[in-house]
T-cell receptor, first 113, second 114 residues
């Protein structure tokens, strides 16, 4: 049973426009949510996170929104740039320090020129 | 951000041999490291949690006798794939938990078993 779901395997967005990547989760015990970016043959790099006590976190071009009642979060990238083309993983963990991070299957984002 | 290295980045081996992959946290001490496996177009699947000075905790379905994990120091964890077979070919990624609970990933190791 997948606890973190990214239902769109891929997404294409025109350069300069907004990219919106979506993620749903099923475990109400998740307390901390993260987005990672991954290029081929490289390890994931941390992008942005949000705690369950917030509904929005912004860092430059990246904003993560959390809707706890819907168990849904999204990552907004604006404006989208060619270097944003990568696979984006949504991840979640519980509030305890030893809790594992559970990853979604990822969404491949293509930024079109 | 913090740096985690993996060595080797790519390895090709014959079926039946063993392969060791190293994961190092370069600028922080990590009491906990994680080993993941990623198949093409799939998510990162957690294989095991490696705790310094104690036995690793394996996820369900992961053979602990096949994937040996050693976390002998606060900056080094190793994953040994024993008696490798072609189905073990995959991209193996480690991560290290930093003191403030962030997790930093290594660049990954591409294992190909012939």
């Amino acid at each position: 049973d997948q606890q973190v779901k990214q239902n769109s395997p891929s997404l294409s967005v025109q350069e300069g426009r907004i990219s919106i990547l979506n993620c749903d989760y099923t475990n109400s015990m998740f307390d901390y949510f993260l987005w990672y970016k991954k290029y081929p043959a490289e390890g994931p790099t941390f992008l942005i996170s949000i705690s369950s006590i917030k509904d929005k976190n912004e860092d430059g071009r990246f904003t993560v929104f959390l809707n706890k009642s819907a168990k849904h979060l999204s990552l907004h990238i604006v404006p989208s740039q060619p270097g944003d083309s990568a696979v984006y993983f949504c991840a979640a963990s519980g509030r305890n320090r030893d809790d594992k991070i559970i990853f979604g299957k990822g969404t491949r984002l293509h930024i079109l020129p | 951000g913090a740096v985690v290295s993996q060595h080797p980045s790519r390895v090709i081996c014959k079926s039946g041999t063993s392969v060791k992959i190293e994961c190092r946290s370069l600028d922080f001490q990590a009491t906990t490291m994680f080993w993941y496996r990623q198949f093409p177009k799939q998510s990162l699947m957690l294989m095991a949690t490696s705790n310094e000075g104690s036995k690793a905790t394996y996820e369900q379905g992961v053979e602990k006798d096949k994937f040996l994990i050693n976390h002998a120091s606060l900056t080094l964890s190793t994953l040994t794939v024993t008696s490798a077979h072609p189905e073990d070919s995959s991209f193996y990624i480690c991560s290290a938990r930093a003191p403030h609970n962030e997790q930093f990933f290594g660049p990954g190791t591409r294992l190909t078993v012939l």
